[in-house]
Structures are given as C-alpha cells and as structure tokens.
T-cell receptor, first 115, second 112 residues
C-alpha cells in the first residue's frame, strides 16, 4: 500500500544532542511537510518542500533544519534540542496541482523525548 | 483572516447519538475543507473533505454540511460509536497555496 513512513516512531535524545528524524513516501507526491504537534494542540507547520523548493515558516526556529535529497525522502534535523522541542513530529505529503487545495496524507509520527 | 475557528473544544456523546463539530473561517479564497481524525499516538487521517461547490457531502455515518454565505462548515457523526472517540480537526486550504490552516481540534468521547 502506498503510504507515508516515519522512522523512528519514538526517539529519545539528550538536551543539546543533534537528532534526525526521517520520512519516506511511496505516493510519489511532489510536496512534503514537517509539522510539530504538542499535546492537545493542532499540528503546527514547520516547513515544506514543493519539489526541491524549500519553504520555511516565519516562526520556525533556526534550530530546525530540513533536507530532501529526492522525491521519496525528507529529513528533519534538530541541531540542539531543548526541553521545549519534545513533541510529536509529523510528516505529510500532498500532490499539489495548479488547481488548488489537495489532501495531505500524514505519517504515523515520531514522538521525540528530550532528557 | 487565515484563522479557522473550531468548536466545541470537547464533546461527550452517548453511543448512538449525533456528534456535531462546527468550524468557521474568514478567508473567502479557501476552496478545500477537510476533516481529520486523530487517535492518541497516531498521525491525523483524512476523514472526509468538501469543496464549496456543494452544500453537503456524506460518507457513511459522516456528513459535512457547508454554508458558503455564513463561512461555516460542520461535521456530523451519526450513530456515534465508542470507536469514534478521537480528536477531530477541521482545516481549510486555498488555491495557489500548499498549506492547511487547522482548527484547534475537538476531543470527542463516545460512551457506551
């Protein structure tokens, strides 16, 4: 089945120790998104790639970086995790056309714990 | 103008009852309105979506009602089941954009 895969599902890191979360998709979608979701809140968009074009949200801290080496894979790098970065990180994809809004398909998420 | 307001924040319904969640938006350029269902520890999953050219869309027990003039849309869950207990997010997206604007979410609990 075509899907969005996130690894690992759970990640424990130490305060200040860099961590990388990964996302892959078999949907061949041209847009990939990274969201941060904290308890009882809506997902918050960090950034997204439209093909190879990177689009950062204005309020995303510099501590968060992303890479998209090819259509299928996207990575979220947290350079120096703080306690406030503990959250669920969600990857999503969509097949955006010029016609407007399209469905975003979410992965299962990676739960990040910062000690 | 980019906000989507969602209510109620939480909802408790008895099994077999109707669950109703409401959302309102301001940006008339929005042209796609999905509802996502999220279980604890899981990613959001698309439940049902509507575009403003229709006033209602039904899929099984789930119905979206859309009122373009009032800039409101709602999710109705008929014959609510304990398995429907989850958090529901409405969202909106416009043309020439690739970002969803999420509502704040509604935690639904269905008791047997």
């Amino acid at each position: 089945d075509a899907m969005v895969i996130q690894n690992p599902r759970y990640q424990v890191t130490q305060f200040g120790k860099p961590v990388t979360l990964s996302c892959s998709q078999t949907l061949n979608h041209n847009v990939m998104y990274w969201y941060q979701q904290k308890s009882s809140q809506a997902p918050k968009l960090l950034f997204h790639y439209y093909d190879k074009d990177f689009n950062n949200e204005a309020d995303t801290p510099d501590n968060f970086q992303s890479r998209r080496p090819n259509t299928s894979f996207c990575f979220l790098d947290i350079r120096s995790p703080g306690l406030g970065d503990a959250a669920m990180y969600l990857c999503a994809t969509s097949s955006l056309t010029s016609g407007g809004g399209e469905t975003q398909y979410f992965g299962p998420g990676t739960r990040l714990l910062v000690l | 103008q980019q906000q989507v307001k969602q209510s109620p924040q939480s909802l408790i319904v008895q099994k077999g009852g109707i669950s109703i969640i409401n959302c309102a938006y301001e940006n008339t350029a929005f042209d796609y309105f999905p509802w996502y269902q999220q279980f604890p520890g899981k990613g959001p999953a698309l439940l049902i979506a509507i575009r403003p050219d229709v006033s209602e869309k039904k899929e099984g027990r789930f119905t979206i009602s859309f009122n373009k003039s009032a800039k409101q849309f709602s999710l109705h869950i008929m014959d609510s089941q304990p398995g429907d207990s989850a958090t529901y997010f409405c969202a909106a997206e416009g043309p020439h954009t690739d970002k969803l604007i999420f509502g704040t979410g509604t935690r639904l609990q269905v008791f047997p």
